[in-house]
Antibody
């Protein structure tokens, strides 16, 4: 069964740090690009970070760029999100998601999210 | 940045109704659009990708259409399991979600 399981969430004070993990199973993790998406309480979905299969390319959303770092360990089938300088507005459920690509002509692929974990909750509060 | 706008924000419907949700992009995204279903406390579930391709295992009462800047998700006959929030998402340039459409019981 294809599965993603997030962990590492919790309560942290403003300005603090937290590292989220996402364990993948049931598919060849090293062949897939991956993403983190978050959802603040009662709000919609927000993409925050992307990493390519071999870690050569990373992207970040404007709200987290410079504070969050995405990484992966293909030998451990794991994805990570290091979150620093946390703010109250970072309070959310954080999901990891697998990115599956569709060819768009030439060598370009377009990636949507086809498998999601159940999420881990991060609360930033004093 | 590409903005995605869904309408309506909330939709009241009955079992068996045909339901249509609209998603508009601030610029052309060709057909690089996905639709997701989310139930309270659960992760989003992929329904449609590339605007009209049905994800494996998703019931055929779900369908998607559109290209460019205007897209629709249609549920041909609403079932009890379909009451949820639906999000569109563009993946033409990075990734942006619509604000969501809650389908509630009438």
């Amino acid at each position: 069964e294809v599965q993603l399981v997030e962990s590492g969430g919790g309560l942290v004070q403003p300005g603090g740090s937290l590292r989220l993990s996402c364990a993948a199973s049931g598919f060849t993790f090293s062949s897939y690009n991956m993403k983190w998406v978050r959802q603040a309480p009662g709000k919609g979905l927000e993409w925050i970070s992307y990493i390519s299969s071999s870690s050569t390319t990373m992207y970040y959303g404007d709200s987290v760029r410079g504070r969050f770092t995405i990484s992966r360990d293909n030998a451990k089938n794991s994805l990570y999100l290091q979150m620093n300088s946390l703010r109250a507005e970072d309070t959310a459920v954080y999901y990891c998601a697998r990115a599956t690509g569709v060819p768009g002509g030439g060598f370009q692929y377009y990636y949507y999210m086809d498998v999601w974990g159940k999420g881990t909750t991060v609360t930033v509060s004093s | 940045d590409i903005q995605m706008t869904q309408s309506p924000s909330t939709l009241s419907a009955s079992i068996g109704d045909r339901v249509t949700i609209t998603c508009r992009a601030s610029q052309s995204i060709r057909t690089w659009l996905a639709w997701y279903q989310q139930k309270p406390g659960k992760a989003p579930k992929l329904l449609i990708y590339k605007a009209s391709s049905l994800e494996s295992g998703v019931p055929s009462r779900f369908s998607g259409s559109g290209s460019g800047t205007e897209f629709t998700l249609t549920i041909s006959s609403l079932q009890p399991d379909d009451f949820a929030t639906y999000y569109c998402q563009q993946y033409n340039s990075f990734w942006t979600f619509g604000q969501g459409t809650e389908v509630e019981i009438k």
